[in-house]
């Protein structure tokens, strides 16, 4: 019999930075979905990957002093550690890089383009550069971006539109007969409400003021902006085909299961993506899951780098392990409000539950296993009333965290199982068998009571796997036995009699002192400030820095006296009986100056060719070696003398003013 396929799919990280523990916890949440999901007997493909293209990466790159695809190549490998160092089972890791992705994005958007859904026109808005979105006067929020809270800046450019209008009331028919598709039921009143019902203005889908996107083929001025682009990989990873040759491997998982999302992104994930499926006649996905976030310290704050309150998995890692973050993160995100997150509550949640409750569960039913009877554990079968109330219980748990799963509500399948943690500890103490270990009569009752916790310690233990799969591991390796399968899950009484467990029990958990956490804390941090101070000083003692003797001061009227355009290159050629001259034709708008430059050591007429540099245009017209110059191309000059040519950081039009 064949499995019943499922497709899961996270956002995939934008590779701007290093992701946060808020971040993290989308891929450890899909994670644990995707782990039960497969313990449920289907056929999972788990999809994750990187956002790597926009005109924010263009800048950061720039900024590094590196390529745009260096620095991405860089920020994505981060990522996918992070990913793989929360123990997470993607069974792909797509990159928006990838050239077959890129391939596959020009077909869509031409073949959008030929349908007629996609069209030229010029867009005039408010741009917000991190969110790398447009936006209308009346949507900006103090006059800021609605979504970060940054400053805007005016915009105009051609871009081509994708028609969202034309599919805007067939996207409202199916949200409301397919009431699953949004969730949780608050975000689909929002969508609906906010963005739907008022009208929908048709979407910009490309961009030409930057080059770091995948070109539109038949338009190569244009760069596919990043909606069309970073959403498509949901299709595009599992091996969609414009053409029509699309994989089976997408013919047998799409359409995608559920898109786990953070909210912040839900207008793109439930308006954007699913009109660009419409338009390209392919099903929508079963439904759009955008999850609450994970806010730091008691003030619930966002996490933010200028904000300096950002907490990192790895770091959190380093203290407390893989599984007890995975927990906390899981455990204390509600199924639509915001969590929180602290070192405080990190270290109050790890004593409580993961310490006590589940640590000393299984530490003291192996020691009593060990000292009772040498670690075989038998069915004594002499029960009591309190026997059938653990067993119900544990009977009752699996239901209870497979009906909780069924709706995501995961902290709450979570909380399922420790309730059967801490009925089990109960039970401890409702039996009393340092009690019962005094009365040789009592030694088939002593394996009876022994036997029901370790019975139920598995059943718990092999439903805690998808949420912390290593402890869930050394819990039944230290009761020598396997994990118990969906089929199994049902009964009682699957452990093998005289079974014998592990001698030395290992302590799961150890008790933390907030005290001696939180100096460590300080600790890192005094290390990562001390880190920067080196790096400034080590920055102010660099010997490639150059002080040269300061000018007599002039006044703004005397610079603006300056005329600074940025100028393209359009053809170059070295001067005869010159060593050090070139003759470039540069085109400044609409006209062309001719500039000769004492720059041949250190470029190529070649190499000229095609740049776009910083001239100074209403320079007196000079004659070098017999040749009109009408300008001066800006160089900065090292220590030795080395010229550099000085070029727009960014994509500029030839004629640009600089100011």
């Known amino acids: ?147 970060c809270g940054r400053e805007v800046q005016p915009a105009k450019e051609e871009a081509y539109f994708l028609k969202l209008s034309k599919y805007a009331d067939r996207l409202i028919e199916h949200i409301k007969t397919h009431p699953e598709f949004i969730q949780p ?41 990043v909606w069309i682009d970073a959403l498509s990989n949901y299709i595009t990873g599992i091996g969609y085909d414009a053409d029509g040759n699309s994989s089976e491997q997408f013919k047998k998982f799409w359409p995608a299961d559920l898109h786990l999302i953070g909210k912040d992104i839900l207008r793109f994930h439930t308006i954007y993506w699913p009109i660009m499926l419409m338009a390209l006649d392919i099903p929508l996905p079963k439904q759009v899951f955008g999850h609450p976030w994970l806010l730091q310290g008691s003030a619930g704050d966002k996490m933010s780098k200028s904000r300096g309150n950002v907490l990192y998995a790895d770091d959190l890692v380093k203290h407390f392990g893989v599984d007890a973050v995975r927990y906390f993160v899981l455990h204390e995100m509600p199924f639509e409000n915001d969590g929180i997150i602290s070192w405080e509550l ?184 001390q880190n920067v101070t080196d790096t400034v000083q080590n920055a102010m003692e660099d010997t490639s820095v150059i002080d040269i003797e300061a000018k007599p001061e002039i006044t703004y009227d005397d610079f603006a006296k300056l005329q600074f355009q940025v100028g393209e290159i359009i053809a170059c050629e070295e001067v005869k009986k010159s060593k050090k001259l070139l003759c470039s034709q540069v085109r400044i708008g609409s006209q062309v100056k001719q500039i000769v430059s004492g720059i041949k050591a250190y470029y190529s007429p070649e190499e000229m060719v095609g740049k776009k540099v910083m001239v100074v245009v209403n320079l007196k017209p000079a ?12 160089c900065a000059e090292d220590a030795q003398g080395n010229l550099s040519l000085m070029v727009p950081e960014k994509e500029m039009p030839a004629g640009a003013e600089i100011q």
Request: charged fraction near 30%; include cysteine; aromatic fraction near 10%.
């Open 1 to 147: 019999m064949s499995k019943k396929p499922y497709y899961i799919t996270t956002a995939i990280a934008y590779t701007s930075g290093k992701p946060h523990i808020g971040n993290s916890y989308e891929i450890v949440l899909a994670d644990s979905i995707a782990r039960f999901k497969r313990w449920e007997g289907y056929d999972v493909f788990f999809q994750t990957g990187t956002d790597e293209h926009g005109q924010k990466i263009e800048l950061k790159a720039a900024e590094s002093g590196v390529t745009p695809k260096e620095f991405v190549d860089r920020i994505a490998g981060d990522i996918k550690d992070i990913w793989d160092l929360m123990n997470t089972s993607y069974d792909k890791f797509i990159r928006t890089t990838d050239a077959d992705h890129e391939k596959q994005i020009q077909k869509i958007f031409k073949k959008l383009y030929e349908k007629g859904d996609i069209y030229k026109g010029t867009y005039e808005g408010m741009y917000c550069t991190p969110c790398e979105s447009f936006f209308t006067a009346s949507q900006l929020e103090n006059g800021k971006c609605p979504d």
């Open 185 to 225: 039921e608050s975000r689909k009143n929002e969508m609906m409400n906010n963005f739907l019902l008022p009208g929908l203005q048709d979407l910009c889908v490309s961009r030409t003021s930057f080059k770091w996107g995948i070109p539109v083929d038949f338009d190569d001025r244009h760069v596919v902006y």
């Open 623 to 634: 004659t070098l070696a017999g040749i009109l110059s009408e300008g001066m191309l800006l």
């Open 346 to 529: 990190l270290v109050e949640r790890i004593n409580s539950d993961l310490a006590n409750t589940l640590g000393n569960l299984v530490n003291r039913t192996v020691s009593m296993s060990n000292k009772y009877f040498d670690g075989i554990v038998r069915n004594g079968k002499v029960t009591e009333e309190v026997d059938e109330e653990l067993k119900k219980l544990a009977l009752e748990t699996p239901n209870k965290v497979i009906a909780k799963m069924e709706k995501l509500r995961v902290a709450d399948a979570i909380s399922e199982i420790f309730t059967l943690f801490k009925r089990c500890n109960k039970y401890i103490d409702e039996t009393m068998p340092w009690i019962l270990a005094k009365e040789e009569a009592k030694k088939e009752r002593l394996e009876t009571v022994l036997y029901n916790l370790v019975e139920s310690i598995c059943i718990g233990a092999s439903l805690l796997e998808p949420f912390m799969p290593e402890t869930s591991t050394k819990i039944l390796t230290q009761l020598s036995t396997k994990p118990r399968t969906q089929n199994e899950i049902g009964e009682y009484g699957l452990y093998k009699d005289g079974t014998k467990v592990t001698e030395k029990p290992e302590i799961l958990f150890a008790r933390l002192d907030l005290k001696e956490v939180l100096e460590k804390v300080d600790e890192m941090n005094k290390a990562l400030e």
